[in-house]
């Protein structure tokens, strides 16, 4: 006796897809987009991806900060009369910690008792008369015995990159992980779990792809401190050799590993502005030996920036307004349109009504003015696009309700007693999803031009962050200097619209039982 087993609704469309050469390559080609936004940090930089060596920078401003916290201590009484003080306890253990972790030992040992009469002021406030004549020695001493150049420090392995993360960005990188290792997961879960019902399934999904983010999210924003590191990274490069160690060395390698592309998205060289792509500028090549210097993989804008750095950025910004927006406006468009389309009558002119209402007003213009009104921002621009496109969604939804209301699938739905809501998201809706595929990959790519033409008047995201519709509209006030400007941006955008126009056509067939098994 055979036994078949049958598939569900998505994982018949997962499979007629794949059928689909070009809309397979297709959505490659957008995870990998998607994948080098989120990866940005750690392909365009300008700080070492890891380093080893002495940092004289976090050195000095542990320091620095370790001072005026006896600083704020002295300021802490006045006139002798005592005042119970306001100090941070962990501030200050992270700071002598920090010293005492990179001073080598015989200066660990001369620093020891410092470190224990500063966490003794600090612990014990109010001070007493005689701790608080021991303030300002103290200060004297540290400034005297503990400078950066009569100091050795330990040679430590550094990750820069790191500090600069934050939790949020640590959470889309753990799901994009996840997301390219899931056949991993898969092939290695099917062979632990050959007889797991589809609700255990979306569990594991959902501890995947939610819980794991989110707690490495929680994690990392409690473990690893987030701070403005203005440490020179290149420049410290000429003193790797320990020679030319002064005030104003911030770091000291034995080696260190740079990002595929060593500059930072407002790292300006003015010697080597409109560069062309995969060269050094001219005047900038005889600046060797002061300064790092890399060829540009695509040249240079108008003020010396590099344009693959701003072009990895800038997807970071491009894609993520196209795609926010655009699922917050078919979240939204698919709610409406259900309701309207599912329960008909009143509700369904009171509805119809107001997207009416909505188209009525230009939608361009709206977003200027409320852009405008609101100040620029690439989350008020997404979600102001958001909230202002949803009628065509709204519209596509409703009718495929309608169409589909009087089929017998859901005619059986309602004589079996299920509730309005399972029939609308678990029978009718997963039938009626297909236009709204397609509409949503337009909707990117309008989101982005829309994106594009806000940079173009000032109304889109602000100066540093690239965006790839502001590297465009840069390129076109140099087209006779430096026509390459545009290319990339352009030829970026391109590529995405088309991929996610085949993706979402390619899903629309997928979907459509009339059209399975003609591939």
Known sequence: ????????????????????????????????????AIFAPFLANNRPLVYSGKNFFEYKKALLDLRGVIRQLDHNTAEGELVTGNIDDEFVLRLVSQIDGQLTEPY??????????????????????????????????????????????????????IHSIGPLAAMLITANLVLLSLPLWTKVMRRWSRNWTTAQWQKCLLILFGI?????????????????DNADYKAAIFASDGSEITNNTDIVYEWCSWPLIPYGIAESHLSAKNTRPMTIGEDEADLQ?????????????????????????????SLAVGIVAVSIYVFIGIIVGSVAGYFRGKVDMIISRLIEVVICFPHFFLIIAIVAFLGPGIFKIMIIIGLTAWTGVARLIRGEFLRLGNQEFVLAGRALGYSSRRIIFRH??????????????????????????????????????????GILSTGRESMNIAPWIIFSPGIAIFITITCYNLVGEALRDASDPRLRGQR
Not at 16 to 33: G, P
Not at 217 to 223: C, M, N, Q, T, V
Not at 296 to 303: A, I, K, M, N, V
Not at 458 to 468: A, E, V
């Open 289 to 317: 030996g002061t300064i790092w210097v890399k060829p540009h993989l695509l040249g240079t804008d108008g003020q010396g920036r590099d344009l693959a750095s701003r072009m990895v950025w800038g997807g970071q910004v």
């Open 1 to 36: 006796m055979s036994t078949t087993k049958t598939q569900g609704q998505w994982a018949l469309i997962w499979t007629q897809f794949k059928k689909n050469r070009t809309a397979v390559v297709a959505l490659i080609i957008i995870v990998i987009l998607v994948s080098s």
């Open 212 to 228: 794991l983010p989110l707690s490495v999210g929680i994690i990392w924003f409690l473990a690893v401190p987030f701070y403005v």
């Open 108 to 161: 660990r040992k001369q620093f020891i008792p410092f470190k224990s009469q500063i966490e003794e002021l600090v612990a014990q406030q109010p001070l007493s008369v005689e701790q608080y004549q021991t303030i300002e020695p103290l200060r004297q001493q540290l400034r005297q015995q503990f400078r950066s150049t009569q100091v050795e420090l330990k040679t430590q392995l550094g990750f820069p990159v």
């Open 428 to 469: 009718v809706l997963p039938n009626a999803i297909a236009p709204v595929l397609v509409s949503a990959t337009f909707g990117i790519a309008g989101a982005i031009l829309t994106e594009s033409a806000l940079s173009f008047l000032g109304l889109g995201i602000t100066i540093p962050i690239p965006s790839w519709g």
